[in-house]
């Protein structure tokens, strides 16, 4: 069955560094996603990507936050300059049509900011 | 906005005993429902989904439905395994409101032998 791999699955990273957190979707899907977990509270959306653009983002998507397809199977999560309260679960996702038909999650990357 | 309201967790059974989590919701439209699984160290699963009021859900032995009367999606099964421990999201999606799916808090169950 067709995977959503993220990678790498547990990072750290020094308050103020930039991370990259990378994802390689379905190969055929169209929408790509982003939402994290902060340790014991909801999943929340981040942003969605459709088209080469960002089609969605949250309120919690700031400008320390920045995504991108750099080639035709990776999508990427950057923090420019990461904070404490940016340790979280993040988790990728992607779909081949709209919502409805829901998504494939990746398995997540745990992003410890010390 | 939109929001959803799972029952207080954790949530420990015995092999074979029936299963409910309840699932509310609050949305503006006509959603979506969702219940994603979370088994140990893997990503969120698509458990099974509904579109439309009184649609059933289905999937591995856990059905919801679809009430649009009083705005629920509970998750049942009638006899649960040790495999079925996991944590259960329950989601909605309203198109309306462009792609993204609104989470609940995530019940986590634990099936004993």
């Known amino acids: 069955e067709p995977e959503v791999t993220q990678t790498p699955s547990h990072q750290v990273t020094q308050m103020g560094q930039e991370v990259i957190l990378r994802c390689v979707p379905i190969?055929?899907?169209?929408?790509f996603y982003w939402y994290r977990q902060i340790l014991g509270q909801k999943v929340e959306f981040l942003v969605s990507?459709?088209?080469?653009?960002?089609?969605?983002k949250s309120e919690i998507f700031d400008d320390q936050f920045s995504v991108e397809r750099p080639d035709g199977s990776n999508f990427t999560l950057k923090i420019r300059s990461t904070k404490l309260e940016d340790s979280a679960m993040y988790f990728c996702?992607?779909?081949?049509?709209?919502?409805?038909?829901?998504?494939?999650f990746g398995s997540g990357t745990r992003l410890t900011v010390v | 906005g939109n929001s959803v309201t799972q029952m207080e967790g954790p949530v420990t059974l015995s092999e074979e005993a029936f299963l409910t989590i309840n699932c509310t919701y609050t949305?503006?439209?006509?959603?979506?429902l969702f219940w994603y699984v979370q088994y140990p160290g893997e990503g969120l699963q698509l458990l099974l989904k509904?579109?439309?009021?009184?649609d059933k859900g289905s999937n591995k032995g856990f059905e919801a439905t679809y009430r649009k009367e009083t705005t629920s999606f509970h998750l049942e099964k009638g006899s649960v395994q040790v495999s079925d421990s996991a944590v259960y999201f329950c989601?909605?999606?309203?198109?309306?409101?462009?792609?993204?799916?609104?989470f609940g808090e995530g019940t986590q169950l634990t099936v004993n032998p």
């Open positions: 989601a909605l999606n309203e198109e309306t409101s462009g792609s993204r799916l609104t």
């Open positions: 990507f459709y088209n080469n653009e960002i089609s969605e």
């Open positions: 509904a579109t439309k009021a009184d």
């Open positions: 996702a992607s779909s081949a049509r709209r919502t409805s038909y829901g998504y494939t």
């Open positions: 949305a503006t439209g006509y959603p979506s």
């Open positions: 190969s055929n899907h169209l929408y």
